[in-house]
């Protein structure tokens, strides 16, 4: 993955709406292929965090627009009981 594709699914994670808290919390279940992607992408960013191999600059990006380096169970709950209420 070459510069470019990072860039792109940044744009596509800046889309995603913030929370209250500021934090974008994509989930990680198979919502649509789109989102899903974008869940395995912050999943990759998540590891490179931990794997201490991500750019300073990419981190400083991701942390101003919302990135949640440890995902809490609780938002992700809080979602879909919403989705399954629009049922």
């Given at each position: 993955?070459?510069?470019?594709?990072?860039e792109h699914?940044?744009?596509?994670?800046?889309?995603?709406p913030?929370?209250?808290?500021?934090?974008?919390?994509?989930?990680s279940?198979?919502?649509?292929a789109?989102?899903?992607?974008?869940?395995?992408?912050?999943?990759?960013q998540r590891?490179?965090c931990?794997?201490?191999?991500v750019?300073?600059?990419r981190?400083?990006?991701?942390?101003?627009?919302?990135?949640v380096l440890?995902?809490?169970p609780?938002?992700?709950?809080?979602?879909w009981?919403?989705?399954?209420?629009?049922?």
């Amino acid at each position: 993955q070459g510069p470019s594709s990072w860039e792109h699914w940044y744009r596509r994670y800046l889309e995603w709406p913030a929370d209250d808290a500021g934090r974008r919390l994509v989930p990680s279940l198979h919502v649509s292929a789109e989102v899903y992607r974008l869940a395995m992408w912050l999943n990759k960013q998540r590891q490179a965090c931990r794997d201490g191999v991500v750019a300073f600059e990419r981190l400083a990006l991701l942390e101003a627009a919302g990135f949640v380096l440890k995902e809490d169970p609780a938002p992700l709950w809080d979602f879909w009981f919403a989705v399954f209420m629009q049922w």
